[in-house]
């Protein structure tokens, strides 16, 4: 029990640490403060929610004793609710089929496990992607006109602070990105939380505590009524004010979550290249590289879940039945 809970302090503390470096202001804090939810994700899978949920705990309270309670809230939010929640779906389970045979005879044998699907998963990331963005946007306000501005003026002030002949078109230049900013805010979050989840799944995996299977990811979908969800938030982007901000948000973390499948549907279908790694391996450099290509992992995944692309494909490949005599 001791060492359950010594593992939960030193995940919390270092999960803190990282969170609250990004007050230092130098370049290394951001990739920390990104990798935040790391150590408790690790706990919460190598040892439980439970031993995220204490570490979580502790890390909020100190951060709230240390620098206020917006921090303690901020990080409880943004780091621990999700680092908990996301271990938790990881771990969850439940039995499909019978008993095997030989229980009686092996008391460790029992039914087969279902585990909760990767594409669930994908939609609970976009989920929390969407609540810690709007969190961090109601800090500077309750209405649109108020974030926005706030927005503004503190892109106006960093870009006078490193072009002071700045004129106005840079104005414009910053209206275009305001505009675009909680998209891409969005967007951040989505990718950082999914990369911290899929290291924190390997290192419990490499370390021998990962207590399920590794998920095929190419077969990754996203449940049917995301498409519908999808199409809401999209219209509702066109209304104003507050409400088409979190639409805009919605739809980004939602389109995020169809990149990804996009992403295994690419790697379904390019299972039969005989230069399948090096397709893959150009796709994603140009899409790190340039970013904006997503968009086309964004239009496969939306596609796929239209048409069924991996479906027919694996139907097609699938070998031809045994003549029967």
């Known amino acids: 029990m001791m060492a359950f809970v010594l593992i939960a302090l030193i995940a919390g503390a270092a999960s803190a640490l990282m969170f609250a470096s990004i007050i230092s202001g130098a370049l290394i804090s951001l990739v920390l403060f990104y990798l935040a939810p790391l150590p408790l994700m690790v706990a919460a899978i190598g040892w439980g929610p439970l031993c995220a949920s204490l570490g979580g705990i502790a890390a909020a309270i100190g951060l709230g004793a240390l620098f206020g309670l917006p921090y303690c809230i901020a990080f409880a939010v943004t780091v621990a609710l999700p680092a908990w929640w996301l271990g938790h779906l990881v771990l969850l389970s439940r039995p499909v089929g019978p008993v095997a045979p030989n229980a009686a005879a092996e008391p460790a044998a ?12 994908l939609l609970w990331l976009a989920g929390f992607a969407t609540l810690t963005t709007m969190a961090a946007l109601l800090t500077l306000g309750t209405d649109a006109d108020t974030i926005l501005g706030t927005l503004r003026r503190g892109l106006m002030r960093l870009l006078r602070a490193t072009d002071p002949q700045s004129s106005g078109e840079a104005g414009q230049f910053v209206d275009a990105l305001v505009r675009i900013a ?10 950082t939380l999914t990369l911290n989840l899929w290291l924190s799944a390997k290192i419990t995996a490499t370390s021998g505590r990962l207590r399920r299977p590794w998920p095929d990811i190419k077969t990754a979908e996203l449940p049917p009524m995301t498409l519908v969800a999808l199409c809401v938030a999209l219209a509702f982007c066109f209304t104003g004010g507050l409400l088409a901000i979190v639409a805009q948000i919605t739809a980004a973390a939602l389109m995020m979550g169809y990149a990804l499948t996009g992403f295994a549907v690419l790697h379904t279908l390019t299972l039969a290249l005989k230069s399948r790694t090096f397709w893959l391996g150009s796709t994603y450099a140009v899409v790190v590289v340039f970013g904006w290509p997503v968009i086309a992992m964004v239009i496969l995944g939306l596609a796929d879940a239209v048409f069924g692309f991996r479906e027919r494909f694996l139907r097609n490949r699938q070998p031809p039945p045994l003549p029967t005599p």
């Open 110 to 121: 029992g039914p087969e496990l279902e585990w909760y699907p990767v594409g669930r998963i």
């Open 182 to 191: 909680p998209a891409g805010a969005t967007i951040i979050a989505m990718m």
